[in-house]
């Protein structure tokens, strides 16, 4: 089963997916499932996806597709069971999901992963609002991206006092 990405928006989960890919085993099939939030109005979605890791193009050892939530309310995608399936009888050795986002969908991907990576941002806000939604007990690792930034450090101290707590 996959391993599943969530966090706030702008927080690097499209980028991430791409750095790991980089930084990948050559003799090593990766496939990528993003979630982009659909238009309530038109329906379509922008699939920014694909465009954040266009210097992967090419490789056949790489599959990368943007889907669109659609319908779907738990910030993930109708047809996300039949997808991954797909991708494990396609044989890749690893698949990441990204979700839409901070919120219902992390429930939603906790039951469709092995593992779930929560990516957080440097003043991104309170961990411990974060931790009352629910979503910090939800995740199996915790990602401090853009930690260039203040509050890097301020920020895993407060996550690991969290996780020492549960």
Request: overall charge negative; cysteine-free; charged content about 25%.
């Amino acid at each position: 089963r996959p391993t599943g990405l969530g966090g706030p928006r702008g927080a690097g989960k499209s980028t991430l997916p791409g750095h790991l890919a980089l930084h990948r085993g050559r003799a090593r099939r990766l496939g990528v499932l993003a979630v982009d939030p659909s238009s309530p109005k038109s329906g379509g979605a922008i699939l920014g996806d694909r465009i954040r890791m266009d210097e992967l193009a090419g490789s056949s050892e790489l599959y990368i597709r943007s889907i669109g939530s659609r319908s779907a309310s738990d910030g993930l995608s109708d047809n996300l069971p039949e997808m991954l399936d797909a991708m494990d009888e396609f044989g890749f050795d690893e698949v990441l999901l990204e979700t839409v986002g901070v919120g219902q969908a992390e429930h939603a991907a906790r039951a469709q992963v092995d593992t779930l990576a929560l990516v957080l941002l440097p003043e991104s806000g309170d961990v411990v609002q974060a931790m009352k939604a629910g979503i910090m007990e939800m995740a199996d690792l915790f990602v401090v991206n853009k930690a260039d930034l203040p509050g890097a450090q301020k920020m895993a101290t407060g996550i690991q006092r969290i996780a020492a707590l549960g």
